[in-house]
T-cell receptor
Framework: GENVEQHPSTLSVQEGDSAVIKCTYS??????FPWYKQELGKGPQLIID?????GEKKDQRIAVTLNKTAKHFSLHITETQPEDSAVYFC???????????FGSGTQLTVLP | GAVVSQHPSWVICKSGTSVKIECRSL??????MFWYRQFPKQSLMLMAT?????????EQGVEKDKFLINHASLTLSTLTVTSAHPEDSSFYIC???????????FGQGTRLTVV
C-alpha cells in the first residue's frame, strides 16, 4: 500500500518568514496530493491540492510543488502570519481510490 | 464549496452507554464516507469506510461490533460507539470525497470523553 512520510514534525518560524514542509510517497500510481490545515479541536481543512499532471500550484501565499520522478511534494507558505500556526497534513490518493493516505503531520508555529 | 457537517462537536458520556455521531454532506451526495480517530499530537487513523446501502469496511484492529456504522442515505453516515469505555475517549472525524479521486472534505470533528 501507499506510505507517506512527512518532515519536519515541528517547525518554528518568525512572522514574515517562509515555511516549507516536505512529503514523500511510495506508490508511483498516486496522482492526487492535497494539503490540510488542522487547528486545535477542529477537523482538517483543505488548503491546496495538486494533481500529478502539474508541477506547481499557487494560491496567494501558499504553493505546492510536485516532483513525480522523486516522488515528493512540498508545501510552501510565504510571509507567514501567526494565524498560520496549526498542524499541517499532506496526503496522497491513487487512481479511482477514495481513501487518502496521510502523512504524520507538522506542527507549524509562527512566532510574532 | 462542498461542506461536511459533523454533530455533535463534543460529547461526554458515562461508561457503558452508547454515543452516536452524525456526519452529513450538505451540498453533495456521498456514496462513501470515512471515519477517523485521532489521538493528541498524532495523525488521522482510518477506522472504517462507510458505504451507502452496504456494510462498512473496517480497518484491521477496529472492532465492528463496538463502532457501528450506518450509511442509510447518500448524505448521512453515523458512527455509534457502543458500551463506551474511557479508552474510547478520542477525537473522531468523518470525511467525504465529492467523487472518486477528488478532494475530501472533513467534518468539524467530535471530541468524545467517556467518564
Amino acid at each position: 500500500g501507499e506510505n507517506v512520510e512527512q518532515h519536519p514534525s515541528t517547525l518554528s518560524v518568525q512572522e514574515g518568514d517562509s515555511a516549507v514542509i516536505k512529503c514523500t510517497y511510495s506508490d508511483s500510481a498516486s496522482n492526487y496530493f492535497p494539503w490540510y490545515k488542522q487547528e486545535l479541536g477542529k477537523g482538517p481543512q483543505l488548503i491546496i491540492d495538486i494533481r500529478s499532471n502539474v508541477g506547481e500550484k499557487k494560491d496567494q501565499r501558499i504553493a505546492v510543488t510536485l516532483n513525480k520522478t522523486a516522488k515528493h511534494f512540498s508545501l510552501h507558505i510565504t510571509e507567514t502570519q501567526p494565524e498560520d500556526s496549526a498542524v499541517y497534513f499532506c496526503a496522497a490518493l491513487k487512481g479511482s481510490a477514495r481513501q487518502l493516505t496521510f502523512g504524520s503531520g507538522t506542527q507549524l508555529t509562527v512566532l510574532p | 464549496g462542498a461542506v461536511v457537517s459533523q454533530h455533535p462537536s463534543w460529547v461526554i458520556c458515562k461508561s457503558g452507554t452508547s454515543v452516536k455521531i452524525e456526519c452529513r454532506s450538505l451540498d453533495f451526495q456521498a456514496t462513501t464516507m470515512f471515519w477517523y480517530r485521532q489521538f493528541p499530537k498524532q495523525s488521522l487513523m482510518l477506522m472504517a469506510t462507510s458505504n451507502e446501502g452496504s456494510k462498512a469496511t473496517y480497518e484491521q484492529g477496529v472492532e465492528k461490533d463496538k463502532f457501528l456504522i450506518n450509511h442509510a442515505s447518500l448524505t448521512l453516515s453515523t458512527l455509534t460507539v457502543t458500551s463506551a469505555h474511557p479508552e474510547d475517549s478520542s477525537f473522531y472525524i468523518c470525511s467525504a470525497p465529492r467523487t472518486a479521486n477528488t478532494e475530501a472534505f472533513f467534518g468539524q470533528g467530535t471530541r468524545l470523553t467517556v467518564v
